[in-house]
């Protein structure tokens, strides 16, 4: 999912719920070409149909944005369960995009913020979440990436342990010292504008995660979930 005021796409799909060509933003689309270039992973990318509108007055116009996002991803998620039940779901979202998801799977949001309720199957498909800065992030917790021991928290800071649910076994190939693990990571780089509240100083790091590292790791933890022993 795109981040505010990042480009929308073109045209319409899926009852509208997403875009027909485009609308995934520069750091969600980097990873998606990872997955793109792998010929063995057959892979579907679509881009969820929002407004991703600015933080500014009226303020509730983000909340509605976020909101909206929520609705139409939880939305979304049902309908590839059950349409497609041998799929599984990855989200990946940047900024905005991954406030929605990280709203979408707590189900339980500040005021202001709508909650959905996922059911069993469409929960059981999803089997990767990355979230790169996010208004959302907490410090200290257990799906935040490694190296990443930040402080301080974003504009709207997600209740703690919020995505502590999220997890699924993992483990050795033998089937030995297997355990829940989260499937889930989230990046927040350090000044950040909006996951370290550091605006308007923060803008250029918060730009430019499409152009580091953190890409290919985001794609490396989304492949492992993928391949690995159920």
């Known amino acids: 999912m ?11 799909a899926n009852g509208g719920r997403t875009y027909a060509s485009g609308g995934l933003g520069d750091a969600v689309d980097s990873i998606a070409n990872y997955a793109r270039s792998d010929k063995n992973l057959p892979i579907y990318v679509e881009a969820l149909n929002y407004p ?3 933080y500014q007055a009226p303020f509730t116009t983000y909340i509605n944005s976020v909101n909206v996002g929520v609705a139409r991803l939880a939305a979304e998620v049902e309908n590839l369960a059950s349409t497609c039940p041998s799929t599984n779901n990855l989200l990946v979202g940047y900024s905005q995009g991954a406030h929605v998801i990280s709203n979408m799977l707590s189900g339980s949001n500040p005021p202001a913020f709508t909650t959905v309720s996922l059911s069993p199957g469409a929960r059981a498909h999803i089997k990767a979440v990355v979230l790169l800065a996010s208004p959302s992030f907490r410090p200290g917790q257990s799906w935040n990436a490694p190296n990443q021991a930040r402080t301080t928290a974003g504009l709207f800071p997600a209740d703690a342990g919020k995505l ?10 033998n089937n030995t010292a297997r355990t829940q693990q989260p499937i889930a990571r989230e990046w927040c780089f350090e000044g950040d504008a909006f996951c370290q509240s550091a605006f308007p100083n923060g803008m250029t790091i918060h730009r430019n995660y499409w152009k580091s590292s953190a890409m290919a790791e985001a794609w490396g933890f989304i492949y492992q979930k993928i391949t690995s022993n159920e």
């Open 164 to 173: 502590s649910a999220w997890t699924a076994l993992a483990g050795n190939s």
């Open 2 to 12: 795109r981040g505010t005021d990042e480009p929308a796409g073109s045209g319409s």
């Open 52 to 54: 991703a509108t600015a």
